[in-house]
Nanobody, 124 residues
Framework: QVQLLESGGGSVQAGGSLRLSCAASGLTVSRYCMAWFRQAPGKEREAVAVIGMSGFTNYADSVKGRFTISKDNAKNILALQMNTLKPEDTAMYYC??????????????????WGQGTQVTVSS
């Protein structure tokens, strides 16, 4: 049974940083296409960062240069380092996995496994 458990969310002021973690069980993060999504109230869920099995990464334009996605294969953890946070980054953040990356930013429909989410709130 696959489980993805996010942690690290919280409330910060604009300009601050947070590091999200996603602990995986039932799958090996090094063998999956892993991504972070977010969903703000009233908005659609969107991918913010993806990392492939080879280690290639891709980011939404809105977070490029501020967010970094990474894997700790030894601990089977996916991470998202978020710097220079803005109020518009406020959302529920989700970890997700699929068997392979197809290029570009994934849509929610193609992901096979999801975590429960962790809330990030950025105040101005």
């Amino acid at each position: 049974q696959v489980q993805l458990l996010e942690s690290g969310g919280g409330s910060v002021q604009a300009g601050g940083s947070l590091r999200l973690s996603c602990a995986a069980s039932g799958l090996t993060v090094s063998r999956y296409c892993m991504a972070w999504f977010r969903q703000a109230p009233g908005k659609e869920r969107e991918a913010v960062a993806v990392i492939g099995m080879s280690g290639f990464t891709n980011y939404a334009d809105s977070v490029k240069g501020r967010f970094t996605i990474s894997k700790d294969n030894a601990k089977n953890i996916l991470a998202l380092q978020m710097n220079t946070l803005k109020p518009e980054d406020t959302a529920m953040y989700y970890c997700a996995a699929r068997a392979f990356c197809s290029g570009g930013m994934p849509t929610p429909e193609v992901m096979n496994y999801w975590g429960q989410g962790t809330q990030v709130t950025v105040s101005s």
